[in-house]
């Protein structure tokens, strides 16, 4: 039974991906930013174990994982968490950019590094869901798309650095994705939001598991997935 640990589970892409594998029997742990959000997901997911740690705070995710019992075998990571918040370079301030590269790019970074030890044991996988953002960038976007440009970054040294242990690394590229978050990004545009314009996040699910679920004589490195209406 293989084991993934997931960040993002509680809706979206994240929520889709969990479900699937949770009824397919794999096993689960859900990363939760707080421990109240941990009992919803464990209620959520029958039998799926949670760690707390705030991705908004990534210097304290160690500490965080040192208070609580960690996985003895995990074979596939899966960032799947992100936040954004638009708005023009001229009036974004640090904070904004700390929030979104914090919660977008340094804490996959870190989570990574605590988690490779566990990977490498089961020559297991690593995956990213990135955004469109992270390979262009429009106005508006500048914060959103620097972290997601970063998270392309740390993914290709990865594979390089991991190659030879055996560990996969995946890049998902999704276009909008009905979601909570692409309804908070049409009302920051200041526009309707439709969720049948956009793509179906079971459908990026598909694209995840399929990367997962890839003979080990293959790896998919970098997939793009694009509204298809």
Do not use: C
Request: charged share 25%; glycine share 8%; no cysteine.
């Amino acid at each position: 039974m293989p084991t993934h640990l997931i960040t993002g589970a509680g809706s979206g892409i994240g929520a889709a991906v969990a479900r699937r594998l949770h009824e397919r029997g794999d096993a689960l742990v859900l990363l939760a930013r707080d421990a109240g959000r941990a009992k919803e997901l464990a209620a959520r997911y029958e039998g799926a174990r949670t760690l707390v740690a705030d991705l908004a705070d990534p210097d304290r995710i160690s500490k965080s994982f040192g208070m609580q019992p960690m996985p003895d075998r995990l074979d596939s990571l899966l960032h799947i968490a992100g936040v954004v918040d638009l708005g023009p370079v001229a009036e974004l301030r640090p904070r904004t950019w700390h929030q979104q590269l914090n919660a977008n790019l340094v804490s996959p970074a870190e989570l990574t590094r605590l988690m490779l030890p566990q990977l490498r044991a089961s020559r297991g996988q690593v995956l990213f869901v990135n955004s469109g953002a992270g390979l262009n960038a429009h106005a508006d976007w500048s914060a959103y798309a620097a972290s997601k440009h970063g998270l392309k970054a740390l993914a290709d040294s990865l594979r390089h650095e991991e190659s030879g242990n055996g560990v996969r690394v995946t890049s998902v590229y999704p276009g909008r994705t009905a979601s909570p978050m692409q309804a908070k990004v049409h009302s920051q545009e200041g526009k309707e939001y439709d969720a049948a314009r956009w793509i179906d996040a079971e459908s990026v699910a598909t694209v995840i598991l399929t990367a997962l679920d890839l003979p080990r004589d293959a790896e998919i490195n970098d997939v793009t997935v694009r509204p298809g209406r």
